[in-house]
T-cell receptor
Framework: EAGVTQSPTHLIKTRGQQVTLRCSPI?????VYWYQQALGLGLQFLLW???????NRGNFPPRFSGRQFPNYSSELNVNALELEDSALYLC?????????????FGDGTRLSIL | GEDVEQSLFLSVREGDSSVINCTYT??????LYWYKQEPGAGLQLLTY?????DMKQDQRLTVLLNKKDKHLSLRIADTQTGDSAIYFC??????????FGTGTRLTVIP
């Protein structure tokens, strides 16, 4: 069974640019979560999508947004990139949220802002 | 708010047992998780425990939960060099997202 896949694996951008990160969940999983792992800040929850709807959002500015497609894959968009957005962005998926199912993570996209 | 604390570093000799500890503040977490992160990789789900359990064993891994003290531990028996990684404790909020500790870097000395 394929795990959570994320693309691209690495990305280099400059301040002010925009970026789109992609995530494909494990087959059968309907919930997708995004987390940011920045140096010195640890792992922080960004967004949760389930059945195409945004269900919860972490303490991040509106320039962080995303969506979930009918096939349950997801995109994370970050506008007006800032230096502090440099981080590993991790996507996780789980079965339907009703049962508090464990989240399984991909290998992440490493975003570097110059 | 939710807070999870872990010690930053742990060194053990190959073949010994490792015990990684975690304390948390949110007693409403239904599940508590242990994840492993190797260099350059994402998070690997190791094991998890339901909040009404005291202990869970899975091969070399033993999880102990003390709800009264809000203390969670992960014991790795017969630690191997391949176990060297960062280990994260995580709770799950009512809003379904995970909140993580700072991670414990386990170094296994051959």
């Amino acid at each position: 069974e394929a795990g959570v896949t994320q693309s691209p694996t690495h990305l280099i951008k400059t301040r002010g640019q925009q970026v789109t990160l992609r995530c494909s969940p494990i087959s059968g999983h309907t919930s997708v979560y995004w987390y940011q792992q920045a140096l010195g800040l640890g792992l922080q929850f960004l967004l949760w999508y389930d059945e195409g709807e945004e269900r919860n959002r972490g303490n991040f500015p509106p320039r962080f947004s995303g969506r979930q497609f009918p096939n349950y894959s997801s995109e994370l968009n970050v506008n007006a990139l800032e230096l502090e957005d440099s981080a590993l962005y991790l996507c996780a998926s789980s079965l339907a949220q009703g049962g508090r199912q464990p989240q399984h993570f991909g290998d992440g996209t490493r975003l570097s802002i110059l | 708010g939710e807070d999870v604390e872990q010690s930053l570093f742990l060194s053990v000799r190959e073949g010994d047992s490792s015990v990684i500890n975690c304390t948390y503040t949110d007693s409403s977490s239904t599940y508590l998780y242990w994840y492993k992160q190797e260099p350059g990789a994402g998070l690997q789900l190791l094991t998890y425990i339901f909040s009404n359990m005291d202990m869970k064993q899975d091969q070399r891994l033993t999880v102990l939960l003390n709800k009264k003290d809000k203390h969670l531990s992960l014991r790795i028996a017969d630690t191997q060099t391949g176990d060297s990684a960062i280990y994260f404790c995580a709770g799950q909020t009512g809003a379904n997202n995970l909140f993580f500790g700072t991670g414990t870097r386990l170094t296994v000395i051959p």
